[in-house]
Nanobody
Framework: QVQLVESGGGLVQAGGSLRLSCAASGSIFSINRMGWYRRAPGKQRELVAA???????TYTDSVKGRFTISRDNAKNTVYLQMNSLKPEDTAVYYC??????????????????WGQGTQVTVSS
């Protein structure tokens, strides 16, 4: 199995910074796309940022210039550096990854995995 474990959430004042981390563990052969999503109270979950194994990134418009996604392929870890935080960034942030696992019979199985979520609260 694959597990995604997030860390780094918390309470911060507007204008402050937080850095989220998400480490993938398990019988992982490779990880393609990794991303961060968020769900604010009363809203649907949305993609915040994503990064491919080659380093191509994408961001939702509301975080461009403030958030930076990066990854360490050797550690199967993705990061989200969040600067100039605003109260509207308050949400539960979820890590997501497209992983390929090597099974016992030598075949490979690809699937999408989610972390448990970490709360980010920005006070005004």
């Amino acid at each position: 199995q694959v597990q995604l474990v997030e860390s780094g959430g918390g309470l911060v004042q507007a204008g402050g910074s937080l850095r989220l981390s998400c480490a993938a563990s398990g019988s992982i052969f490779s990880i393609n796309r990794m991303g961060w999503y968020r769900r604010a109270p009363g809203k649907q979950r949305e993609l915040v940022a994503a990064i491919t194994s080659g380093g191509t990134t994408t961001y939702t418009d509301s975080v461009k210039g403030r958030f930076t996604i990066s990854r360490d392929n050797a550690k199967n870890t993705v990061y989200l550096q969040m600067n100039s935080l605003k109260p509207e960034d308050t949400a539960v942030y979820y890590c997501n990854a497209d992983c390929r696992r090597e099974l016992e019979d030598g075949t490979y199985y690809g699937s999408n995995y989610w972390g448990q979520g970490t709360q980010v609260t920005v006070s005004s």
